[in-house]
């Protein structure tokens, strides 16, 4: 499934043109862009987590969802959702390409994997993020994140920050 934002549904920040892409979670762009991810988290924090340690299946269709945003051949972002139970769901693996960043890719990914959500009976969805990482702190807070305890075991929450939002609630 692609999508192809229009200037109807399109953020008007978005300067590049994406495309978005449902895959796999073991598609080569996602393993490229979710290592990215893990090197860049282990370069802010010494440390991060292994995306092999998702399970694949957590992506698969009906339940979860996992995108790829293309800007003519090159892909430059990524982002899954999964279900945690049957009214919550959980963004992971969020991720853009320095290159590509400040072009509202972020957000439309975003967008798309609120939206599936929602179509699976979501009614609130939650994510973690760095402490250090202002510019997803920044994004999740304008697209109407706050902030709430920790939902994952042993998370330090000097380092983490948990965020859940309310489905059908509006953007700031």
């Known amino acids: 499934m692609t999508f192809v934002p ?7 920040a ?25 090197a860049e988290q282990h370069t802010l924090y010494g440390f991060a ?50 290159e590509a960043r400040g072009h509202g890719i972020g957000r439309y990914l975003l967008q798309r994997l609120e939206g599936h959500a929602s179509s699976r009976g979501a009614t609130r969805i939650m994510l973690e993020t760095g ?16 902030p709430c305890p920790s939902y994952v075991a042993g998370r330090d929450a000097r380092v983490n920050r948990a965020m859940t939002k309310l489905l059908g609630s509006s953007s700031r």
């Open 131 to 146: 402490r250090r990482n202002t510019a997803a702190l920044a994004l999740y807070h304008r697209a109407g994140y706050l």
């Open 49 to 98: 987590d292994d995306p092999d340690a998702t399970p694949e299946a957590d992506f698969d269709p009906p339940a979860g969802l996992f995108l790829i945003a293309h800007v003519g051949d090159e892909a430059v972002g990524c982002g899954g959702v999964r279900l945690l139970d049957e009214h919550t769901a959980e963004i992971k693996r969020m991720y853009v390409s320095g």
């Open 14 to 38: 978005i300067r590049l043109t994406p495309s978005v892409t449902a895959a796999h979670y073991d598609h080569p762009d996602a393993r490229r862009l979710t290592q990215a991810l893990r």
């Open 6 to 12: 229009t200037a109807s549904d399109a953020p008007a």
